[in-house]
């Protein structure tokens, strides 16, 4: 069901993309209302033809993705991924918290051998290039 809502939210935000983007680029033709002053008062937005396009997207997708994920096969993957997920044993704040400190601490480390390694080798290209 996670799996679901999250990629409603994508479809949903790629459809209020897509209506800003037909808007701005094809104003004259998708960004007027289509009757003046035809406004949705629920949720405060004119009635565009953009509107409507990315309106059609949104239910076309949220029609496919609820096929696509009440298909045997995709939902029984869903629900073995969600066992599989409830068995896993999640880390306490202060193991993720030591945890956190020892990736920040190798790769601070990390920066500054790389770093020292770009200076060492930028040096000796320098000599041999320019001094040769």
């Known amino acids: 069901m996670a799996a679901f809502w999250s990629l409603a939210i994508l479809i949903f935000y790629g459809c209020t993309s897509l209506r ?6 094809f104003n004259d ?6 009757w003046e002053g035809a406004r949705i008062p629920i949720i405060g937005v004119d009635l565009t033809p953009a509107f409507l396009i990315s309106l059609i997207v949104f239910v ?3 029609i496919l993705l609820y096929r696509w994920t009440e298909s045997p096969k995709i939902a029984d993957q869903l629900i073995d991924t969600e066992s599989e997920l409830r068995k896993v044993t ?20 990390l920066m500054a051998l790389l770093a020292g390694y770009d200076a060492l080798i930028g040096q ?9």
């Not at 033709?29 to 289509?34: D, E, F, P, S, Y």
């Not at 993720?96 to 601070?108: G, R, Y």
């Not at 000796?124 to 040769?132: A, F, G, H, K, P």
Request: charged content about 15%; aromatic content about 4%.
């Open 60 to 62: 076309a997708g949220m």
């Open 20 to 25: 800003t983007e037909l808007a701005g680029r």
């Open 29 to 34: 033709a998708l960004g007027q209302g289509m």
């Open 90 to 109: 999640w880390p306490t704040l202060s193991d993720a918290a030591k945890a956190s400190v020892v990736v920040i601490v190798t790769v601070v480390i």
């Open 124 to 132: 000796v290209m320098d000599t041999l290039v320019w001094r040769s």
